[in-house]
């Protein structure tokens, strides 16, 4: 495996189930994000995890909760999900460079939630 | 407020048609902008870096340039394989921060 990957690529959820969308990055990054994105909206920030430790949590409901146990894996943990969260949710890694200059993220295929 | 707005939000050309898509922007302190591909279905693909103004950057049929207010993409003689949604993103702040997107540009190419 190369790059970044999630699983699985689809899914489809009751509003009562619990699930959990998985990444794994293969690149030897120290930064992982999960992004939301929905129709004709930008992509959207949910998490981030520097050094496996959260960084950023941009004011996202209780019902999704992440886990970085390492590096190389992050997890949202889905539960009690509305219709509107249905969406595309991409998993990025980067290498966080302190001082100057942006890190470039690379981003997962995504998994496509429908919330029924 | 941090924001980007990228013009237009849709656009159609001939094969062989050149064009340039805008990403303006307004941050504290750029860290860098970045340009992705997205194809329907799929993850952003990585394109270009820029960091500073001035900076250009060329990979095939593609060019990004960089200004203090805003960047363009460059499509020279596009193919129909080039059709996809052109995402545009700024980044501030600390290391290892979120990425803020416009909406994107969405191109199609026909031959």
């Known amino acids: 495996e190369t790059g970044v990957t999630q699983t699985p690529r689809h899914l489809v959820m009751g509003m009562t189930n619990k699930k959990s969308l998985k990444c794994e990055q293969h690149l030897g990054h120290n930064a992982m994000y999960w992004y939301k994105q929905s129709a004709k909206k930008p992509l959207e920030l949910m998490f981030v995890y520097s050094l496996e430790e959260r960084v950023e949590n941009n004011s996202v409901p209780s019902r999704f909760s992440p886990e970085c146990p390492n590096s190389s894996h992050l997890f949202l943990h889905l539960h009690t999900l509305q219709p509107e969260d249905s969406a595309l949710y991409l998993c990025?890694?980067?290498?966080?460079?302190?001082?100057?200059?942006?890190?470039?993220?690379?981003f997962g295929p995504g998994t496509r939630l429908t919330v029924l | 407020e941090d924001q980007v707005t990228q013009s237009p939000e849709a656009l159609r050309l001939q094969e062989g048609e050149s064009s340039s898509l805008n990403c303006s922007y307004t941050?504290?302190?750029?860290?860098?902008l970045f340009w992705y591909r997205q194809d329907p279905g799929k993850g952003p693909e990585f394109l270009f870096t820029?960091?500073?103004a001035g900076e250009e950057k060329e990979k095939e049929r593609l060019k990004a340039t960089l200004t203090k207010k805003e960047s363009f993409l460059h499509i020279t003689a596009p193919k129909p394989e080039d059709s996809a949604t052109y995402l545009c993103a700024v980044q501030a702040g600390q290391a290892g921060t979120a990425l803020i997107f416009g909406k994107g540009t969405t191109l199609s190419v026909s031959s």
């Open positions: 820029l960091y500073s």
């Open positions: 941050v504290s302190g750029l860290r860098g």
């Open positions: 990025a890694s980067s290498q966080a460079v302190t001082g100057g200059g942006g890190d470039t993220q690379y």
